[in-house]
């Protein structure tokens, strides 16, 4: 089992930034990729980024690109995003996943089920 927890979120006025974090514990070793999702109130859960946890490669949605950027840190098992030039369309509440199938990963990785692993959710909220 993969233990994953969030922090970092908050309020912010848009044009700002806030970091997230999430940290990992347990199989670790497990872990071929991270992501991170969002969830809009009345929305369906929706790709941000991901990493793949040896290579680096790194992958955006198109509405996050050049604002956001992910990275890791494997000495800390840990992954962050940075957020930068924030929108009030950017609250969601945002989710952490590790990924333990390398497959599943690389050819799915803009999907939830391409993760195992989900940590509880920390909220960005963006004021106009």
Known sequence: QVQLVESGGGLVQAGGS???????SGRTFSIVGMGWFRQAPGKEREFVAAISWNGGSTYYAGSVKGRFTISRDNAKNTVYLQMNSLKPEDTAVYYCAAARVPGRFIMGHMRPDAYDYWGQGT???VSS
């Open 18 to 24: 806030l970091r997230l974090s999430c940290a990992a």
């Open 123 to 125: 909220q960005v909220s």
